[in-house]
């Protein structure tokens, strides 16, 4: 079986949420920073020469930014770059491909989850069953809230725990008042025993995470996610060693991983398709977490459909993924570009059990959606 061609095609959907983060240290600075209230993806459709389709997206595409090799994300650049490295190639040659095809982690996932998704449909069975197995039926999500004032986000938390949602994430960073103030709140709502983890996006430096944390730590906090610049290793082990609460790291690579683990710098590996380039490229990094015996959760740029389907087959067939995990595409988006609808229980994301991704494309709505990607927000 080989590739003989694909397809792309160009969508934007609105956000459910304007969804504002820290930015990190030089983002805090910027009072005037703009919330993102619409998100640019591709989807790709790749054609085998049995006919055989598979489907990936590109998520959350940030416009301006660029491929690996530094050329623009625009879409007929993408489409070129994608025929000319994927067409001849087989689909379920999966070790070659993640050594020869780099195109940067967004794209190189969209090129695996196609790849998963042919092979499933090929052998008759789902991405889960060929990335492990279907360990759990359904994912359990912590829903995102993003940096806004106290009383704005009452009625989404208010919302979110009448879904049955029992983890939550908060972005912070941008002022330690506001934080608390947020967090204060939120403990008011919804009690003390629901799972509170924190995403500082690296606002802080190392003296301002040990002494923000600990200022926090009344709170119940089961985390706290990018403190500081993630490159500042040793950083984030003083960080550590000097409070109580876990710390998360996003770890999308094998080298990055055993630098972690190394300098015991942290307790929870967020590992994602996007970030890591695909599913089996993220199952690598998810073996280091287990060898070292730490935790994992997946970790999410907020995908849409066939990019949420992914990410339950990588969460779903990886034990290690015992926190909860990002994956709030779904609700957070006014739209999708799927015919099947999703299903939730209490918080927990059901897992599709269809071949390959389980998921299939609305020609409708990949029509009704369609934008092309701007130059710039």
């Not at 876990?246 to 080298?255: A, C, G, N, Y």
């Not at 977490?289 to 949420?308: C, D, I």
């Amino acid at each position: 079986m080989k590739i003989v061609d694909l397809r792309i095609h160009p969508v934007a959907v609105s956000r459910q949420y304007a969804t504002l983060t820290s930015g990190g240290q030089e983002g805090r600075k910027n009072p005037d920073a703009a919330p993102v209230e619409l998100s640019y993806f591709y989807i790709l459709e790749v054609e085998t020469d049995v006919g055989i389709v598979g489907i990936g997206e590109i998520s959350d595409i940030d416009p301006g930014s660029r491929m690996l090799d530094g050329s623009p994300m625009d879409l007929e650049n993408v489409s070129a770059k994608l025929r000319s490295l994927l067409v001849g190639r087989d689909p379920s040659d999966m070790e070659r491909l993640t050594l020869e095809v780099r195109t940067g982690g967004l794209v190189d996932c969209a090129i695996d989850t196609a790849c998963y998704d042919i092979m499933g449909k090929s052998y008759g069975t789902s991405a889960t069953s060929l990335a492990g197995g279907h360990l759990r039926k359904s994912v359990w999500v912590s829903w995102v809230a993003y940096i806004r004032e106290p009383e704005a986000m009452v009625p989404e938390i208010q919302e979110k725990l009448a879904q049955g949602f029992n983890a939550f994430k908060f972005k912070v960073g941008r002022d330690i008042d506001l934080d608390e103030a947020r967090i204060k709140l939120f403990r008011e709502i919804g009690g003390d025993d629901l799972n509170l983890k924190l995403d500082a996006n690296a606002a802080w430096d190392v003296d301002e995470a040990i002494s923000f944390m600990r200022r926090l730590e009344k709170y119940n906090i089961s985390g706290v996610e990018t403190p500081i610049d993630k490159e500042n290793v040793t950083g984030m082990a003083r960080v550590r060693k000097a409070v109580d609460t876990p710390i998360l790291e996003h770890v999308s690579t094998q080298e990055y991983a055993l630098e972690l683990v190394r300098h015991e710098a942290v307790d929870v590996f967020n590992v994602s398709t996007v970030g890591c380039g695909g599913i089996y490229r993220a199952k690598k990094v998810i073996a280091i977490a287990e060898a070292a015996g730490l935790n994992a959760l997946l970790g999410s740029t907020v995908e849409l459909g066939v990019g949420t389907a992914a990410q339950l087959a990588l969460a779903s067939s990886s034990w290690r993924v015992d926190w909860p995990s990002d994956l709030i595409g779904p609700l957070m988006y006014t739209d999708d570009v799927l015919n099947e609808p999703w299903e939730w229980d209490n918080g927990y994301l059901r897992v599709p059990t269809g071949p390959g991704l389980g998921v299939t494309l609305d020609p409708a709505k990949l029509e009704s959606l369609r934008h092309t990607l701007p130059t710039s927000r």
